[in-house]
């Protein structure tokens, strides 16, 4: 293709010229030339065909099929001449249907004529052979003419216009001239489509070079700049003026870090860490205020970008622009200074703070809302202003802003919200081992000895913590409930720090409060049930699923069940979602196919009322399923209280035909003497019991082995709940366990995920490791990763024995080595053994020690005695 070059004013026509070729617009094919180089290679085709005709049939042409299949391979011989004169004539119109039908059409009705001649001659005529010949003349000369679509239609029509002169009837005659008709009138409305979408592209033609033609005057004005980085953060292009303000060629600057560009370490908190943040996490970000990397003048600019994806959504890197602020910047420094920071310590005020804790919260992404919030009061600060007066005061606060500033470091964000209090904000999943730790560094911290003109001044200070999401999911609880947690650290003898905890609001407000929004939940439809396939260890295929309730609550995400399922049984609400649920199951029970079946947890409350029959009945009649594919799971708490109702119940519910389960056999408090009477058809052997089977000197093997043989004895299925593990998985199956459920094979999907997954079939495949993997301590340790040579920044969240989880590192490949460094002249070798969206899961070298406490011993560090270990204790 030829490159289009805009020229002012001229039309679409004239570029589609400059761009598809002078005689492609307003044409009758989208080709250039309607007699191609290769229909020279018609020749030998035919000649072919004509050779194989004779060997089949036995028989030679006369003198006027060969005299007309020869001028047919002529002509043939001659299109390269009749395509040098097409393309110096440059033929249109009438002249260029003159060339076709003499160099392509009129050379095919000579071949087809004479292919009639000849075979239909013979006694009886050969039309198998004739047509046969003819269908393959057309097929390599449609594979020849390639789209030329004027050209493929002459071609067919003249061939059987020849074997039409020959055998044909006035009728096929007739037919001929239709199907003729019927192909120009296809030609004619391909030309103008084609002809259409030249002009088309040659209208996006001149659009793009009218658009780069802006954005190159833009650049050259030194009004804004572009750049561009591969998915590794190097710059893959950069306007050139920016080149030159850094004082290099614009070949010295690609390749190079993005980050190259900037004096980041020079900035202070916001704009580096907030940078490096937003390229860390693939984030867009909007007129970011970055300080150039130039030498001499002090040069400020605004900077924009998005992250780029492929089809695939695959991160292919980031594009943007930037634009200068040195000057605005300069104006409005001293006003941004006022609004943002306190005047007295420079650290960030109250308005500053709250921000930044809203942007936290507002996160698109759950687990980038996770954060701490300290809240500090100074202990007897108000005595150093009575007795001081307010400028000693004033001088006390900026030492210690300073302190707080230092002790807290690169963790979070230090602002003072007036007066004598002081805020931190943590960003990101802390553990209270390590807020504890810190919480008590501040304190020691800030109480020692400062000196004020000549004086010696001591103060103290108080610190309550409220984490997110555990204590508030909005701005306003977080700092309300750190403000409690303050308080109760002055009330228990300051210098304290405290963690806010339920106990500082009445349990009975909660639990109201829980109550409630369960209420509405039921109202406004905002339970959910999750779906677990439940397995038959020998087929392998999924015969039912456990219907699970969730509850997705708007401030607390998914709750545990165990939290508010008693709350449910306590204020009746448990009757109503155990109706709700079975309806609900039974529901989508009828959308799966017949085999498979849905088994249902039914509540101690809701067996013993005797409406509960009436309500199984319902809800199977309104879905219209068979009732045995409906399995109610009840507990052994049933049994508790054991009389002719329990008994009546079972008696009931077995009359409309589903089955039982007892669900959690061997956890609760009854004897075995119901098994005689209550028609179980399954037993479901607890998760508590699978846990720890395959760990050498376990008993809970023997005890599966004995539901399992008593479940037999007494015409029972089993089931093993909480299989995670392939171990696990072989020894349930080994103990003869008719069907398993667990992780091993499925998590719980939704309704629509578990639609999903049927469709795709019953056969169910086990996806696991191998065998639990060993306890893991939950830290935050940052650590340097080395690889080729190059080192790599990262967080550890938890360790055992042989592997950790690090998060920071984006698309590693499994199975890439590296050197650890755990602890000051402690490194490891590491195995990456997958990683996925920012974390990555290693396996050591070699398993990791163990000292008597059974915390992992790292090497000592190079500042303390090298004779006492450093130990890694577990957190809460």
């Known amino acids: 293709m030829k490159s289009a070059q805009f020229v002012p004013g001229s039309d679409d026509r004239q570029v589609a010229q400059q761009v598809l070729g002078p005689t492609s617009v307003g044409a009758d094919d989208p080709k250039p030339h309607s007699v191609p180089r290769q229909w020279l290679l018609m020749a030998p085709t035919l000649l072919a065909v004509v050779f194989v005709t004779a060997f089949v049939t036995f028989l030679l042409p006369d003198v006027t099929a060969v005299a007309s299949i020869g001028s047919a391979v002529a002509l043939c011989l001659a299109s390269p001449f009749l395509g040098v004169l097409e393309r110096r004539l440059q033929p249109k119109g009438w002249r260029r249907d003159v060339l076709v039908i003499g160099a392509i059409a009129l050379a095919m009705l000579l071949f087809g004529y004479g292919m009639a001649r000849w075979l239909l001659s013979i006694t009886p005529p050969q039309w198998d052979v004739a047509v046969s010949a003819g269908v393959i003349v057309l097929l390599v000369a449609n594979v020849l003419l390639e789209d030329r679509l004027v050209a493929r239609v002459a071609a067919t029509v003249g061939l059987w216009i020849g074997a039409t002169c020959v055998g044909g009837t006035v009728q096929s005659a007739w037919m001929l001239a239709l199907a003729g008709a019927v192909g120009v009138a296809i030609a004619l409305r391909h030309a103008r489509r084609a002809s259409a ?15 780069e033609q802006l954005l190159a005057e833009f650049e050259e004005a030194g009004q804004g700049w572009f750049w561009e980085t591969d998915r590794q953060g190097k710059i893959t292009y950069v306007t050139g003026r920016i080149a030159s303000l850094l004082g290099k060629d614009v070949s010295e600057i690609l390749g190079r870090p993005f980050t190259g560009l900037f004096l980041l370490e020079t900035q202070g908190q916001e704009s580096e860490r907030t940078l490096i943040f937003h390229l860390s996490t693939r984030s867009s970000f909007q007129d970011l205020q970055v300080l150039a990397a130039t ?9 924009s970008g998005r992250p780029v994806l492929d089809k695939y959504n695959n991160f292919m890197g980031f594009r943007g622009s930037g634009t200068d602020l040195t000057e605005s910047r300069r104006s409005q420094q001293h006003v941004t200074q006022l609004a943002r920071y306190d005047a007295l310590t420079q650290l960030a005020n109250r308005f500053q703070m709250d921000e930044w804790l809203g942007k936290i919260l507002e996160s698109p992404q759950v687990d980038s809302r996770t954060c701490a919030v300290f809240l500090l009061d100074l202990d007897h600060f108000k005595q150093v202003n009575d007795t001081m007066g307010h400028p000693a005061g004033d001088a006390l606060l900026r030492q210690l802003a300073e302190r707080l500033s ?66 508030g999911a909005t701005s306003d609880d977080l700092i309300r409930n750190a403000d409690l947690a303050l308080y109760a650290a002055k009330g228990r003898g300051r210098g304290r720090h405290h963690f806010y905890d339920d106990n500082l609001h009445s349990d009975a407000k909660e639990r109201q409060q829980l109550e409630q929004d369960l209420r509405d939940a039921i109202a406004t439809g905002a339970l959910e049930l999750h779906y677990q396939p439940q397995v038959r260890t020998t087929t392998e295929r999924i015969t039912s699923f456990e219907a699970l309730l969730r509850w997705n609550h708007p401030q607390h995400g998914y709750m545990s069940p165990a939290k508010f399922v008693p709350v449910a049984e306590e204020t009746g609400l448990v009757a109503q979602i155990g109706e709700w649920a079975l309806r609900t199951a039974c529901r989508d029970l009828a959308q799966w196919p017949e085999e498979v079946c849905v088994a249902v947890n039914v509540s101690p409350l809701q067996f013993a009322n005797p409406a509960l029959p009436a309500v199984v009945t319902h809800a199977i009649a309104s879905a219209g399923i068979r009732p045995e594919r409906l399995e109610l799971e009840i507990t052994e708490s049933v049994f508790l209280v054991e009389d002719r109702s329990t008994e009546a119940m079972f008696n009931a519910l077995k009359a409309i035909g589903v089955r039982l389960a007892l669900d959690d056999f061997g956890t609760g408090y009854s004897s075995l003497g119901y098994l005689k009477r209550a028609p ?14 395959t760990i050498e000197g376990s008993r809970n093997g023997a005890i599966i082995a004995s539901i399992v043989s008593l479940a037999e004895a007494l015409g029972m299925e089993t089931t093993a709940e909480g299989v995670e593990t392939l171990d696990e998985l072989d020894l349930v199956r080994m103990l003869g366990c008719s069907h398993v459920q667990g992780y091993i094979y499925e998590l719980p999907l939704s309704p629509a995920a578990a639609l999903a997954r049927l469709a795709l079939g019953l056969e169910a495949a086990a996806d696991g490791p191998r065998s639990s993997r060993a306890p893991r301590q939950t830290i935050l340790r940052k650590v340097a990763l080395e690889h080729a040579g190059h080192l790599y920044a990262g967080t550890i969240r938890n360790i055992s024995q042989s592997g950790a989880l ?12 590296f050197n650890l460094n755990l602890a000051d002249s402690f490194t490891v070798t590491a195995t990456a053994k997958w990683c996925k969206e920012g974390r990555m899961g290693i396996e050591f070298g070699q398993d990791l020690e163990i000292d008597a406490h059974g915390s992992l011993v790292f090497m000592p560090s190079l500042t303390r005695d090298r004779s006492i270990p450093t130990p890694l204790r577990q957190t809460a």
């Not at 179980?680 to 089977?693: E, M, N, P, T, Y």
């Open 295 to 303: 030498t001499g003048e002090e040069r400020w600019w605004s900077i």
């Open 197 to 211: 979408m030249g002009l088309g592209r040659a209208r996006r033609a001149r659009e793009q070079r009218r658009a």
């Open 806 to 817: 690090v998060e920071g590192l984006w698309n590693v490949p499994p199975g890439t080595v």
């Open 406 to 471: 230092s002790t807290v470091g690169e963790r979070g964000r230090v602002g003072r919200l007036g007066g004598d209090e002081f805020q931190v904000i943590l960003h990101g999943r802390q553990q209270r081992e390590g807020l504890a730790h810190l919480a008590r560094r501040i304190i020691e911290n800030l109480s020692q000895p400062y000196l004020i003109d000549g004086s010696r001044v001591v103060i103290g200070a108080s610190v309550g913590i409220a984490l997110c999401p555990d204590d």
């Open 680 to 693: 179980f058809d399954k037993i479901k052997i607890d998760q508590s019991f699978v846990r720890g089977a």
